[in-house]
């Protein structure tokens, strides 16, 4: 069961941008690192943008495959990601999953849990 909300997504030509949209559950109290992937058919999931905070600096990084045309971003006050995706390509053409580790708050105990959670997927489809 998807615990991250997936919006965007959708059919698109060659050379057209799409962005798409990543909404974690109110109850989480703050998302650590955010990941996007994407799978086409036959292939192997692939990873290909991912934002994280090693040594309190956060880091983008990003596939060679969409470098310089994918932006990944994040709204931590509202728990959300976004990614920008430019200059799309037929072979962009895939299912694309968020994913989250996220923290949850214990109150009773002030204790934090971290889980991963992951989005139900969105079609991005580039064709002429």
């Known amino acids: 069961q998807a615990q991250l909300v997936q919006s965007g997504g959708g059919l698109v030509q060659p050379g057209e941008s799409l962005r798409l949209g990543c909404a974690a559950p109110?109850?989480?109290?703050?998302?650590?690192?955010m990941y996007w992937y994407r799978q086409a058919p036959g292939k192997q999931r692939e990873l290909v943008a991912s934002?994280?905070?090693?040594?309190?600096?956060?880091?983008?990084n990003y596939s060679d495959s969409v470098k310089g045309r994918f932006t990944i971003s994040r709204d931590d006050s509202k728990n959300t990601g976004h990614l920008q995706m430019s200059i799309l390509k037929p072979e962009d053409t895939a299912v694309y999953y968020c994913a989250a580790d996220v923290l949850l708050l214990d109150p009773p105990t002030a204790t934090f849990e971290e889980r991963q959670y992951w989005g139900q997927g969105t079609q991005v489809t580039v064709s002429s």
């Open positions: 109110g109850n989480i109290y703050s998302i650590k690192s």
């Open positions: 934002s994280t905070i090693s040594g309190g600096l956060r880091r983008t």
